[in-house]
């Protein structure tokens, strides 16, 4: 279970608020450093009245940053809102967001055109003036600190003029009530009864996307998860991009969103390495799965059998008029961030190749061109930290060459078949493992085509599907339990100090 400590300079600046076991004084906090080392995981609020250059505030950051514990505001966040220089920096979406809703209300346009000025209080991303609710989300987001004063100027354009900490001494006794909400709201914790909540060594949360229409996993393995999780100890909750904000009060992180680099969901897992949490999927592995260029080079250079593959060039031709010269069709054509069979084309002839590599080659610079392989299914082999989880067969969808058919704006997957692992060749196995082994030791799913004796793998994926009465359709239960299992063994690891 985590522990929060909320840091004040002096008890007496918490007394507007409800008294809390939590509380502790900067000088108390500071003196804990001759103390012996403690490995529980701690979410550090410092709430002093400035984080000024070698103040109590600056050093309490610094400290709880040292002893590994997980701290808001950062000493980052500190030296980045002390400089202008390097705030202003990061303002121009900022700026973008706040003339778009100006555009969009023209009535706060014209209060706050009179005053040529505004400023406003933000508390852990909310503030009371409710037009500016999403800007104030979004700044908090990128300045992560307890309590800002945020200026806005009016110039050609509106700007954000200044972004300040404040201290609790500076809220006035409306802005009380705002405070106290959005903390409680950021920490679960607070002012929480211990005999009301049941005792768990750790808190998880899983992220997902309730309006995803191909979620790596379904309600019911997320409610399974859920309670494997809970009976090992870890508290395991689901969690939405809305709660960007509230990330770091949870030990570990478990992606459950069709991941990619541009989207929210790297930048979650980004987030949950800085703060030091467990998370899967890793940047590091969405970085290397989510691209097929850069896969398909990886798994080339360290032997990994692959089918033929070519790249395709936006400012050079050579490789696309060998591939027509040389009439080898059908070939499989694919963009390099697409999931769930998207952005996958066949191609028969080279009139075909042409015209579909152009199109693809307007979204992205490189795009792969591979030899067509049918097979009547694809083996789908389930990796966690370096050994076989689960085997699928995932047969094609009905009268098409690929899994999932899109055809007609609705997606159909073809059927599939769960087996024991025990039951994979070994030659698949084997190329499955080397394949993720050049991952990383996260959870991997390597789609693998058998012909013959030839064995070739398509892809791994970082986020593999984990669907109740797919995945788990062998396993059942034994599947989430494996899977919290490899999470418990984790966050013990990294609690003692032990390699993962």
């Known amino acids: ?111 706050v055109t009179c005053e040529q000025e505004l400023s406003i209080q933000v508390c852990f991303g909310r503030t009371r003036f409710e037009p500016l609710a999403d800007l104030a989300r979004q700044i908090f987001e990128r300045f992560p600190c307890p309590i800002l004063s945020i200026t806005f100027r009016q110039g050609e354009h509106w700007l954000i003029q200044a972004v300040k900490p404040e201290g609790l001494s500076q809220l006035k006794t409306n802005e009380e009530d705002t405070f106290a909400y959005a903390l409680d709201t950021f920490s679960r914790k607070v002012w929480r009864k211990p005999s009301l909540k049941r005792k ?56 459950r969103e069709t991941t990619s680099i541009s989207n929210h969901t790297y930048k979650f897992a980004k987030k949950a390495e800085m703060e030091g949490m467990i998370v899967l999927d890793d940047p590091n592995s969405i970085l290397k799965c989510t691209n097929k260029v850069y896969l398909a080079d990886l798994l080339a250079k360290k032997g990994v059998p692959i089918p033929e ?102 997606s159909v997957s073809g059927a599939f078949r769960t087996l024991p692992v025990h039951e994979v060749p070994t030659k698949v196995l084997k190329v499955a493992l080397k394949a993720t082994k050049l991952i990383g030791n996260g959870l991997y799913g390597v789609d693998i085509k058998q012909s013959g004796d030839r064995i070739v793998v398509i892809e791994v994926n970082d986020n593999p599907n984990l669907d109740a009465g797919v995945e788990d359709a062998f396993l059942k239960d034994d599947l989430y339990r494996l899977l919290m299992e490899d999470f418990l063994r984790r966050l013990e690891c990294q609690r003692l100090g032990l390699s993962l």
């Not at 490995?39 to 940053?65: F, H, M």
């Not at 514990?69 to 220089?85: A, E, F, R």
């Not at 395991?236 to 478990?254: G, H, M, P, S």
């Open 309 to 410: 593959t070519h790249f395709l060039y936006r400012d050079r031709k050579d490789t696309l008029d060998f591939l027509v010269n040389r009439n080898q069709f059908p070939l499989v054509l694919k963009i390099p961030d697409g999931a769930f069979s998207k952005g996958v084309v066949k191609v028969s002839h080279a009139e075909e190749l042409v015209t579909q590599a152009k199109a693809f080659l307007k979204q992205s610079a490189i795009v792969i061109a591979q030899e067509f392989m049918y097979t009547d299914y694809d083996w789908r082999i389930g990796i966690l930290n370096n050994k076989p989880l689960f085997a699928c067969q995932y047969f094609m969808s009905k009268g098409h060459w690929q899994i999932y058919n899109h055809a007609g704006g609705k």
């Open 200 to 255: 768990y060594r750790y808190d998880m949360a899983i992220l997902v996307d309730p309006e995803e229409k191909l979620p790596p996993s379904n309600t019911g393995a997320l409610r399974h998860m859920i309670r494997a999780g809970r009976r090992l100890g870890i508290d395991v909750e689901l969690i939405q991009k809305r709660d960007y904000t509230q990330l770091a009060e949870y030990d570990a992180l478990f992606i």
């Open 1 to 111: 279970m985590s522990r929060l400590l909320i840091l004040v300079d002096k008890p007496e600046d918490w007394t507007a608020f409800y008294p809390t076991e939590d509380l502790i004084s900067a000088q108390d906090y500071l003196a804990q450093g001759s103390q012996q080392e403690d490995n529980t995981p701690t979410q550090v609020i410092n709430l002093c009245r400035n984080y000024r250059y070698l103040s109590y505030g600056y050093y309490c950051s610094l400290l709880a940053e040292a002893r590994g514990h997980k701290v808001i505001p950062s000493i980052q966040t500190i030296n980045d809102l002390g400089k202008k220089s390097i705030y202003g920096l990061n303002m121009e979406s900022l700026n973008k967001a706040l003339n778009k809703t100006l555009s969009k209300n023209p009535e706060l346009a014209q209060q």
